[in-house]
Every structure is written in C-alpha cells, then in structure tokens.
C-alpha cells in the first residue's frame, strides 16, 4: 500500500491550500484515512480524519471550521481543504491510513500506512 500525498506549499497568512492524499495497492472500504502534522521537536499530532464507509469527518479543536476533509470513494483519494491558514499551520502534513473496525481516530499508532509528508509553510 502507498499513500501519495501532495499540495502543500508556501501561502501567506489568510490564504489556503488543498492536500491530496491517494491510496493504491488497496482499496480501502473500511477504517480511516486521517492527516496529521508534525513539526520539528514535536511529537505528530492529529488534524482531521475520515471513515471510508460512511464519510464521517472528525476535527482536531484547532483546525475546526477552517480545514475541511472529504473522500472520493471512487478515486481512493481523501482531500483536506485547509482555510484560512495561519503561522501556526506550519508543519510537515502526513496522511495516513488504516482500516480496522477498532481504533482511535486520534492516535497515530493506530494507523497502519503512511504518507511521506509535504510541507505547508504559511508567512505573516
């Protein structure tokens, strides 16, 4: 299984960014697909992930109301639509995947395929 991210960059403060995340070697009908972002001396933290079988989004309290994750089924590919951005945004974003029918959404030990990371990089 690989997960190929893309769609970072460098944005100013305000501005926003789409992320692609597409799977292949499997088809995943069942578990999550999440993003998460790392930054240097930080452990990797949870934004936002999604369940393949019903669509069933969940927010880290930071991103809520700016960032956006969704799926398309057919294509395999999970987005996150990041608004707004600030400063405080810049990190490494990692997709990552699994499916499992127990897990925790928010625990990247829980997830089983990762994504090499693309940088977002917002200025003030």
């Known amino acids: 299984v690989q997960l190929q991210a893309s769609g970072g960059g460098l944005v100013q403060s305000g501005d926003f960014l789409t992320l692609s995340c597409a799977a292949s070697?499997?088809?995943?009908?069942?578990?999550?697909m999440g993003w998460f972002r790392q930054t240097p001396g930080k452990e990797r933290e949870f934004v936002a992930g999604i369940t393949w079988i019903n669509g069933r989004s969940h927010y880290a309290e930071f991103v809520k109301d700016r960032f956006t994750i969704s799926r398309d089924y057919a294509k395999n590919t999970v987005y996150l639509q990041a608004n707004s951005l600030e400063p405080e945004d810049t990190a490494v974003y990692y997709c990552a995947a699994h499916s499992r029918t127990v897990y925790n959404i928010y625990t990247p030990n829980d997830y089983d395929y990762w994504g090499q990371g693309t940088q977002v990089t917002v200025s003030s």
């Open positions: 070697g499997r088809t995943f009908r069942s578990g999550v």
